[in-house]
């Protein structure tokens, strides 16, 4: 299996812009996880979808995020506008089920200017 | 709540063991164990489920102590590839998402 893949690994944006992050789960993983890291924060569970469904999004920062999986084979996390304090690289995990360790893709490191 | 470890930074030579702690105020159901090189995404180590149990894999240990809401990553012999931050993630109650801590960053000198 490729694991979890994410595009893009790099984004320079400028303020104001849309941003728009991808993520492919590994193939029969039913959690997807949406985590944003940041020295200053750490890792920040963002929206964790099960089996398609957004199940918490309570670490969503306001409403300029937003999340989508309309598959269980891709998801999305949307910023507009973005904002520098947005800078962060964003990680898409999955994980099979309840009692299994987390699989991370490589991440989008985030920069808005 | 996020999760508190201790200590946050270590220095090791090769050969020596460490051990990092994590604690919560929650009840937790679960406690993961992950390492992150520079620039790179966490890998899975290990997970503990609730009942106190202990698991290893090679020289890394880990145990969960539920009635202190804690757990404890042991790094016995450490090898120069042990270097890293190292992040406990706990779910509590019903919830399987994880809130991470805040890292303990290991350093393994030759």
């Known amino acids: 299996d490729a694991g979890v893949i994410q595009s893009p690994r790099h984004e320079v944006t400028e303020m104001g812009q849309e941003v728009t992050l991808r993520c492919k789960p590994i193939?029969?993983?039913?959690?997807l996880f949406w985590y944003r890291q940041t020295m200053m924060r750490g890792l920040e569970l963002l929206i964790y979808f099960n089996n398609n469904v957004p199940i918490d999004d309570s670490g969503m920062p306001e409403d300029r995020f937003s999340a989508k999986m309309p598959n269980a084979s891709f998801s999305t996390l949307k910023i507009q506008p973005s904002e520098p304090r947005d800078s962060a690289v964003y990680f898409c995990?999955?994980?099979?089920?309840?009692?299994?360790?987390?699989?991370f893709g490589s991440g989008t490191r985030l920069t808005v200017v | 709540q996020q999760p508190v470890q201790s200590p946050q930074a270590v220095i090791l030579r090769e050969g020596e063991d460490a051990v990092i702690n994590c604690s919560s105020s929650k009840a937790l159901y679960s406690v993961h164990w992950y390492r992150q090189k520079h620039g790179e995404a966490p890998v899975f180590l290990m997970i503990?489920?609730?009942?106190?149990e202990q698991k290893g894999h090679e020289k890394i240990s880990a145990s969960f102590n539920e009635k202190k809401q804690q757990s404890s990553l042991y790094l016995t012999a450490s090898q120069l590839s042990y270097s890293g931050t190292y992040f406990c993630?706990?779910?509590?109650?019903?919830?399987?998402?994880?809130?991470f801590g805040s890292g303990t960053q290991l350093t393994v000198l030759p």
């Open positions: 193939s029969g993983h039913n959690s």
């Open positions: 993630g706990t779910a509590s109650g019903s919830a399987r998402q994880l809130t």
């Open positions: 995990a999955s994980s099979i089920e309840t009692g299994y360790g987390y699989t």
């Open positions: 503990l489920l609730k009942g106190g």
